[in-house]
């Protein structure tokens, strides 16, 4: 379960309070939690997430990275420099980013190359704006089809260091902060097509599914066994939800 905080809370002391009391959400044996805050606020998290109680199934991630490790690449932070602050995770090519930063699948798929070589774990995010959704689901599914083959190029020599090296989140764009969530059935369609998409990853990819989950929704999400968890925005900002997603996660 990822909590992605986006560019959100607007200070540093909102977003240690913020993460102290994610930290303290009740973790169940099946559930890892892995919380990705802007990259200013995460040198603080991170001395914060060293000295917990138990750091079991706690992880922390970054929301991008880049593909080189250092150089002249103003602005840039690279995956080893994420990873000795104590980060396991990157989210690379959201929706948001490949919008308002123009990334694309060439540069997406660079970052997840640099990051898996790195032994950073990636949060690899794929899903069809509404246009395309409108044509149907197979347009969706090509459009996904797509991207997986372009972000996923160069990748299977890379040798995978536990099941969660590689995550897939789907996140139709339609459904992101919008309140319309994708039906679970069809949620639970376009994981098993990603699936299907990168069985040549050995061990299988993890499939998540974003887009407006909430502590009502999540259940029906996790029911379908191709969905291994979620990628939340804006309910991992609010602790006690981010909380109740988090027991149901745990009893499914
Ligand atoms: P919301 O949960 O706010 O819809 O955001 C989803 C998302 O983009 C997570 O990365």
């Given amino acids: ?27 169940n044996r099946n559930t890892e939690i892995v919380i990705c805050p802007p990259f200013v606020y995460l040198e603080k998290i991170a001395e914060e997430f060293k000295n917990l109680e138990s750091r079991a199934r706690l992880a922390l991630g970054g929301q991008d990275i880049f593909w080189e490790k250092t150089g002249a690449f103003t602005g840039e932070i690279g995956p080893t420099m994420l990873r000795s602050l104590g980060a396991a995770y990157a989210i690379i090519g959201h929706s948001e980013r490949r919008k308002f930063l123009r990334e694309t699948d060439e540069m997406v798929n660079k970052k997840v190359v640099a990051s898996l070589e790195a032994g950073l774990k990636v949060i690899l995010c794929v899903g069809e704006p509404l246009a395309i959704r409108r044509q149907g689901f197979t347009a969706a599914k090509k459009f996904v089809r ?3 083959a372009e972000d996923l190029r160069r990748t299977s020599h890379i040798k995978f260091q536990t099941s969660s090296s590689l995550v897939i989140a789907y996140e139709p764009i339609w459904a992101i902060g919008t309140g319309k969530n994708c039906p679970p059935f069809d949620a639970a369609r376009m994981a098993a097509f990603i699936k299907l998409q990168a069985r040549h990853l050995k061990p299988p990819v993890r499939v998540l599914y974003g887009g407006s989950v909430n502590s009502k929704n999540i259940a029906d999400y996790l029911k379908n066994k ?9 309910a991992s900002l609010n602790a006690a939800e981010f909380g109740r997603i988090i027991k149901a996660a745990g009893s499914r």
């Fill in 146 to 148: 797509r991207q997986l």
């Fill in 226 to 234: 191709e969905i291994g968890g979620a990628l939340v925005g804006g």
């Fill in 1 to 27: 379960m990822v909590a992605n905080w986006k560019e959100n809370p607007e200070t540093e002391a909102e977003a240690l309070g913020l993460f102290r009391k994610l930290a303290k959400i009740p973790r």
